[in-house]
T-cell receptor, first 116, second 115 residues
């Protein structure tokens, strides 16, 4: 059973360009979480999605950032008109379910975005 | 929202020494996870604790959740260079009584083990 896959692993963009980060959850997992890890900071929640639904996007900047998890295909985190402050490691995690008991999240290797 | 405080922020030990990392929550924990992150890589799940007083072990790593479920400790016995990395505690999504979905992580403890 393949783990959570993210691509690309490294992404370099110039200011003003768009960045698209992809996440394929583990097989059988229908819950996806995106996190951002800035240098010298902790892991910060951005958005929680289920298939075709955004459940909670309270951690995501209101502008330039969007996320989707379509019925078919990977989840995508999209950053438009990137700025230097967007440089960070972006991690995706998936879990098989959610409910009254917290469920284990399995993390991908991350995408390291560098904005020049 | 729930906040997790980890201590110490960083730790440098000699190979073979024991060490402890603490994670303190501002609210009752309903699920507490420990992850290890190697420098420049993703997070590796170590273990999950849910019940007050629960203790779990994985190889030479033992984690406990205190009775009041507001603090967890991670203990490494006879540390090795392979234990080096960043250890993060995380609290899972809460769905009780309309609680927040937002999972929270501590800032991490950086561990270096000198051979």
């Amino acid at each position: 059973n393949a783990g959570v896959m993210q691509n690309p692993r490294h992404l370099v963009r110039r200011r003003g360009q768009e960045a698209r980060l992809r996440c394929s959850p583990m097989k059988g997992h229908s819950h996806v979480y995106w996190y951002r890890q800035l240098p010298e900071e902790g892991l910060k929640f951005m958005v929680y999605l289920q298939k075709e639904n955004i459940i909670d996007e309270s951690g995501m900047p209101k502008e330039r950032f969007s996320a989707e998890f379509p019925k078919e295909g990977p989840s995508i985190l999209r950053i438009q008109q990137v700025v230097r402050g967007d440089s960070a490691a972006y991690f995706c995690a998936s879990s098989p379910r959610a409910g009254p008991r917290a469920d284990t999240q399995y993390f991908g290797p991350g995408t390291r975005l560098t904005v020049l | 929202s729930q906040e997790l405080e980890q201590s110490p922020q960083s730790l440098i030990v000699q190979e073979g020494k024991n060490l402890t990392i603490n994670c303190t929550s501002s609210k009752t924990l309903y699920g507490l996870y420990w992850y290890k992150q190697k420098y420049g890589e993703g997070l590796i799940f170590l273990m999950m604790l849910q019940k007050g007083g629960e203790e779990k072990s994985h190889e030479k790593i033992t984690a406990k959740l205190d009775e009041k479920k507001q603090q967890s400790s991670l203990h490494i016995t006879a540390s090795q260079p392979s234990h080096a990395g960043i250890y993060l505690c995380g609290a899972g999504p809460l769905y009780l009584l309309g609680g927040s979905y937002i999972p929270t992580f501590g800032r991490g403890t950086s561990l270096i083990v000198h051979p």
